[in-house]
């Protein structure tokens, strides 16, 4: 049976840090990173988890469904940041929601963890039987970045976004690309720490902050931006040019541009909005596709494409109608 998209939701910390803030402490200025990544501003979490954000998104998406808390028989949580590791973050979100009984587990992927995440709940729908599914992409950026690099720092933000998944009769999601080329060049890491055991020595410590090459990074996501969405598009039995929208990774606006001038698409397709969001990692495409869908512009019918590509390095799309 098909699967359709039934709801979308968002949530962004109410803290928001404009870029005058990182001159305090950084050689930087506004005009500096506004050029270089279009950003002017990002939500950062304070006192919230990872666990905080994707609950209250999914919250939001779910009274937005109509469907009842025991109507979800499985939640997803697409994360880099996972507060708990045990029990997984998708399991704090079911009970957060009070959802007693449904499958849980937890996807990463980096910047492609959500379009991953919704690839694999498809799958158990079909497989399981599952009538309705949460996914949500949710990160605390502000807890894995280096705030004194300030090639990296200004670029991210915290914030969360989910749908809620539906198996009926009405078509919806109409392809999946999933795809992941070897990172040999290590422009994209970031190292969990390690500690001494009775057995054996932890050695030298790795560098547990993001790590990033980021114009090797720029180079890869242009490419493989373009690419994901001709497949995802060829898949679907569909031209590029009859899709309405694109909701890509929101990594980098000079990215979103130089991907639209590669594919021959207006930029006025594109959901953006990098200016105030900034890269929310797995929060990033479904923050955005809530934007479009709470902004009156879809009509029943669009096709829209969502994209992403991250750390791996990964990439993925998916069309939709809508």
């Known amino acids: 049976m098909p699967i359709s998209l039934l709801s979308t939701g968002r949530y962004l910390p109410p803290f928001t840090v404009g870029n005058e803030a990182f001159t305090q402490f950084l050689d930087t200025s506004d005009e500096w990173i506004v050029s270089r990544t279009g950003i002017h501003q990002r939500h950062i979490a304070q006192e919230e988890t990872t666990t905080d954000l994707a609950t209250r998104a999914a919250a939001q998406a779910l009274e937005r469904s109509g469907l009842a808390p025991e109507e979800i028989g499985l939640v997803v949580c697409a994360t880099v940041t996972p507060d708990t590791s045990v029990p997984m973050v998708a399991a704090n979100v079911k009970r957060g929601l009070g959802i007693e009984r449904a499958a849980a587990f937890d996807v990463?992927?980096?910047?492609?963890?959500?379009?991953?995440?919704?690839?694999?709940?498809?799958?158990?729908?079909?497989?399981?039987?599952?009538?309705?599914?949460?996914?949500v992409g949710a990160d605390c950026n502000s807890q894995l970045i280096d705030w004194s690099d300030r090639s990296t720092c200004v670029l991210?933000?915290?914030?969360?976004?989910?749908v809620v998944l539906h198996r009926g009769e009405e078509p919806g999601f109409l392809s999946c690309y999933v795809d992941c080329v070897t990172d040999t060049d290590h422009v994209l890491t970031c190292h969990h720490p390690r500690k001494d055991t009775p057995f054996c020595k932890a050695g030298a410590p790795h560098n547990t902050d993001l790590y990033m090459k980021g114009s090797a990074v720029m180079r890869f996501a242009v490419k493989a931006l373009a690419k994901a969405v001709r497949a995802a598009a060829a898949e679907a039995g569909v031209a590029v040019e009859d899709i309405a929208y694109f909701v890509p990774h929101?990594?980098?606006?000079?990215?979103?541009?130089?991907?639209?001038?590669?594919m021959k698409i207006p930029m006025e397709k594109f959901v953006v909005d990098i200016d105030h969001v900034a890269n929310t990692s797995s929060g990033s495409v479904p923050v955005a596709l809530d934007i479009l869908n709470c902004s009156g512009q879809l009509k029943k019918g669009d096709l829209v494409c969502l994209v992403a590509f991250g750390g791996g390095l990964s990439s993925a799309a998916s069309v939709i109608r809508v």
């Not at 990463?108 to 729908?125: D, H, Q, T």
């Not at 991210?156 to 989910?162: K, N, P, S």
């Open 156 to 162: 991210f933000g915290d914030g969360a976004g989910a």
């Open 108 to 135: 990463n992927a980096n910047c492609s963890s959500f379009l991953y995440a919704l690839a694999a709940a498809r799958g158990m729908m079909e497989t399981c039987g599952f009538a309705n599914a949460i996914v």
């Open 250 to 262: 929101q990594a980098n606006l000079r990215i979103i541009q130089s991907a639209s001038k590669l």
